[in-house]
């Protein structure tokens, strides 16, 4: 072969290479799962540039919106099945560990769920009525399908108390281990997670794991602890992200980091929060990157999650999945949050469904192991 040749079978190899690169799900493999939050665009597979990513790179979903209460069941007499029965037709169909997000939560659920005929509370009994037939039937229909459900969703203060949500008001702080005996019931075999954000301050850690030593210490069949991972590009730092793995593994839980994303647009407000009330007005300096990313800040991006994911694979052994809260840029909800109408960039893939050079430092991480 003339040596013109091999240079062109080089780039020839160069270029299949560089379109093939490898895929998360196989570089984490034996490490932990790693997977996506889905919309009802992709799971009724009508995003042909989302679903090529999430079939090649996920072995995990969670859905973003298809089981939360106001859409599987907007009201009291009557389900709506279909969005979340694609969703886990989906999943099945490309081989993947499907978790149900989410079956008790203080937003997005109809009024009406609290109050009687009358437009009054209801006793606590009539709640729990509810929340049991509620919990019976989503996870009873797809018992043995998904794998694993967010039971109680961001039940804490930041300060680590307990949110005065209508489930404490009526029900008690009972109503978090009821929650779980329900879908213990209905479903024996699932993973059951008890999920939340900035779990990494130190106070709201702390009220975390007393609730969770509290339902160990009751029996609640608890399996694991979502950290949901809204980070931004300071926050939590290495220490406190190591910290807040330990803490939960002592308690012999596993870890799930469940919606991960790294906002590296400017703050508009103080603190971490990820309450999905907390939005605000932002100002002329909020939305820099109309434009696109600068490369500068693209490498600090993935220097970041090069950061994280060393963490994450350092304690392996505690840790069972990472799913990422959307697939592309373009789909993160922090495109509205706490602003509405930024442009963000906290994901591994372009708005072209390209990878970034985040991806590729996440890939890294996982060759140190193997």
């Known amino acids: 072969m003339s040596p013109k040749s091999i240079a062109i079978l080089g780039l020839l190899v160069c270029g299949v290479s560089h379109a093939q690169p490898a895929t998360l799900k196989d570089a984490f493999q034996?490490?932990?799962?790693?997977?996506?939050?889905?919309?009802?665009?992709?799971?009724?597979?009508?995003?042909?540039?989302?679903?090529?990513?999430?079939?090649?790179q996920f072995n995990t979903i969670s859905p973003e919106n298809a089981l939360k209460w106001e859409s599987i069941h907007p009201r009291l007499d009557s389900y709506n099945f279909d969005p979340a029965d694609h969703y886990v037709a989906f999943g099945e169909k490309n081989k993947m560990f499907i978790i149900g997000h989410c079956l008790v939560w203080h937003s997005q659920v109809p009024r009406s769920v609290f109050q009687d005929d009358k437009g009054a509370p209801l006793t606590r009994d009539?709640?729990?009525?509810?929340?049991?037939?509620?919990?019976?039937?989503?996870?009873?229909?797809?018992?043995?399908?998904?794998?694993?459900?967010d039971v109680v969703n961001e039940a804490l203060n930041e300060d680590g108390t307990m949110?005065?949500?209508?489930?404490?008001?009526?029900?008690?702080?009972?109503?978090?281990?009821?929650?779980?005996?329900?879908?213990?019931?209905?479903?024996?075999?699932?993973?059951?997670?008890?999920?939340?954000?900035?779990?990494e301050n130190e106070a709201k850690r702390k009220g975390a794991v007393e609730l969770i030593k509290k339902l160990k210490a009751q029996g609640v069949p608890i399996t694991a602890i979502g950290l949901q991972g809204h980070d931004k590009m300071d926050w939590p730092t290495a220490a406190q992200q190591a910290d807040t793995i330990e803490a939960f593994a002592a308690l012999g839980i596993k870890v799930n980091i469940?919606?991960?994303?790294?906002?590296?647009?400017?703050?508009?407000?103080?603190?971490?929060?990820?309450?999905?009330?907390?939005?605000?007005?932002?100002?002329?300096?909020?939305?820099?990157?109309?434009?696109?990313?600068?490369?500068?800040?693209?490498?600090?991006?993935?220097?970041?999650?090069?950061?994280?994911?060393?963490?994450?694979?350092?304690?392996?052994?505690?840790?069972?999945?990472?799913?990422?809260?959307?697939?592309?840029?373009?789909?993160?909800?922090?495109?509205?949050?706490?602003?509405?109408g930024r442009t963000n960039y906290p994901l591994l893939f372009d708005r072209e469904g390209k990878t970034k050079p985040a991806f590729t430092s996440v890939i890294s991480t996982a060759k140190e192991v193997k």
């Not at 992709?42 to 989302?50: L, V, W």
């Not at 005996?181 to 024996?188: G, R, S, T, V």
């Open 30 to 56: 034996g490490i932990f799962r790693i997977g996506a939050a889905v919309n009802q665009s992709q799971f009724d597979e009508k995003d042909a540039r989302g679903d090529s990513i999430i079939a090649a």
């Open 126 to 149: 009539a709640l729990l009525e509810r929340m049991h037939d509620h919990i019976r039937t989503v996870v009873g229909r797809y018992k043995g399908r998904i794998g694993g459900w």
């Open 163 to 199: 949110r005065k949500s209508q489930w404490l008001n009526i029900i008690g702080d009972d109503f978090i281990a009821k929650a779980f005996q329900f879908a213990h019931e209905a479903d024996p075999k699932a993973e059951l997670y008890y999920n939340d954000y900035s779990l």
């Open 258 to 340: 469940t919606e991960l994303d790294v906002d590296v647009l400017p703050r508009t407000a103080p603190g971490n929060s990820a309450d999905v009330s907390a939005t605000s007005a932002g100002g002329s300096g909020s939305n820099p990157y109309t434009a696109g990313l600068p490369d500068a800040v693209q490498q600090a991006l993935a220097q970041r999650y090069a950061e994280l994911f060393k963490i994450f694979v350092k304690y392996r052994a505690s840790i069972t999945r990472i799913t990422f809260w959307g697939v592309t840029d373009g789909d993160s909800w922090l495109n509205g949050f706490p602003v509405r």
